[in-house]
């Protein structure tokens, strides 16, 4: 599986750009949507990082490759792609500079590389204040996208407290104060339970994979892991489902398998997983997000390609995947380098909950 992946990306390298640089998939004309070879660059980046594929990199080609991300970071910090305008979005530019400056900011900073500016447009979220306003104004009807909200601010967060800003401790220690007090005791998620429309479980799971980032990150415990692990085990024998609830529901699994409840039955669901998602590799070696209908890159309506098709987003979260699954049921057949900033794809081999 890992050779096929390296194989496939090798072929989506794009001809005349610089080291590194890959088109999303064999559908994406890069000449007329550029702005997509940076997400495609940097799920490729993680990828090939996860696979052990980056390990010798010479500084000439991998100052190549963070110069050429950098250049979509504009002067305040935040990763932008510069052919979005306003009417061809469905998220808040907030959402979108979260996204892709994670993700981003991810790739640099796991290849060794410095970003081209500090991290300026997150200031207004660098007060208790600030971070107390944002926090009321999350809308937890909705918790897979504020999962997504949360974790990446927490990333930021926690990079600018590695780099030794002072400011970082009390709001890493609000924002985890938040989530012990807004933990919902039933489910072990955070959601709106007074919400008009009932938040569907599996979405509620989606979005907590994201928020329990700060406890493995933090080595703390989380409460109602029975709820949890309860929960993803009634769903993780149902096939192979789209990329980004598989890595959810194996990232929760492989995580809380430390805790040993039900562990037998974590590793016997993974197994499973493991085999289908196997299967689920694409003849040319790269992975699909799921098979039918269109894909959209995140809060972007202008680019749409088939589902179906291996593309890079997928192929990284699938190995991913499949990479946190061997940690439980293989951890010392393989070597896996997850990217050591939170968000999908992040996996503390030490977690230790104290």
Known sequence: MRERVLAWLDSMLAEGQPFGVHRASSYHNASEFPSMLLPATYNATHCRKLLCNYE?????????????MN??????????????????????WEYLDFHTTNYAMGAVLSLGGKMKHRLRFIERYCTIDGLRRWLADRQMSDPWNEGNNIVNLASFYFVLAESGDSRMKPLIEH???????????????????????PVHPMVAMAGAAHNYHLYYYLNRPIRYIERIVDHCLSLVGEGVTSACVDIDMVDILANMHKYGYRSSEIEAGLEKKLADLLDFQNADGGFSDVCEGDRRFDGWNLYVEPQGISNCFATWFRSATI???CEILFPDAFSWRFRNTIGIGYFNHSYTPR
Do not use: C
Not at 179 to 189: F, L, P, R, S, V
């Open 56 to 68: 010798n990199l010479s500084i000439q080609k991998r100052d190549e490759l963070v110069d050429f």
């Open 71 to 92: 250049t979509f970071q504009h002067e305040a910090g935040n990763y932008r792609m510069p052919q979005m305008r306003e009417p061809d979005i469905y998220q808040t």
């Open 175 to 197: 924002i985890f104060t938040w989530h012990e007090e807004t933990q919902d005791a039933e489910t072990g998620y955070w959601l709106d339970t007074n919400a008009e429309s």
């Open 323 to 325: 990479g946190m699954i």
